[in-house]
Nanobody, 126 residues
Framework: QVQLVESGGGLVQAGGSLRLSCAAS????????MGWYRQAPGKQRELVAV???????NYADSVKGRFTISRDNAKNTVYLQMNTLKPEDTAVYYC?????????????????????WGQGTQVTTN
């Protein structure tokens, strides 16, 4: 099993920046890809960014050029650097992980492949 804990959320003005962190523990070597989802009130949960074990990344169109996902394997942590934040970015952000036993033929992986989830961290942009 893998446990994921997000941190770094908060309140930021439009145009500002924020960096989210997701610390993984447990069977970290079973992780294939990691990603960030977000969910705003009344809206579907959407995939924001994904990074694979090989370093390939994928971003939602709405955040391309503004957000960057990265991994620090030594710290078992994935980050989401969010720049030029907009009010539309306001949501609860969730870290999620795809285990290695799911075969990904495309990036991003299918939502059903994310078996591990963090508790979420609130990001509010005004």
């Amino acid at each position: 099993q893998v446990q994921l804990v997000e941190s770094g959320g908060g309140l930021v003005q439009a145009g500002g920046s924020l960096r989210l962190s997701c610390a993984a523990s447990g069977d970290i070597f079973s992780i294939n890809a990691m990603g960030w989802y977000r969910q705003a009130p009344g809206k579907q949960r959407e995939l924001v960014a994904v990074i694979t074990g090989g370093g390939s990344t994928n971003y939602a169109d709405s955040v391309k050029g503004r957000f960057t996902i990265s991994r620090d394997n030594a710290k078992n942590t994935v980050y989401l650097q969010m720049n030029t934040l907009k009010p539309e970015d306001t949501a609860v952000y969730y870290c999620a992980a795809v285990p290695i036993w799911h075969t990904m033929v495309v990036v991003p992986p299918s939502p059903s492949m994310f078996d591990y989830w963090g508790q979420g961290t609130q990001v509010t942009t005004n």
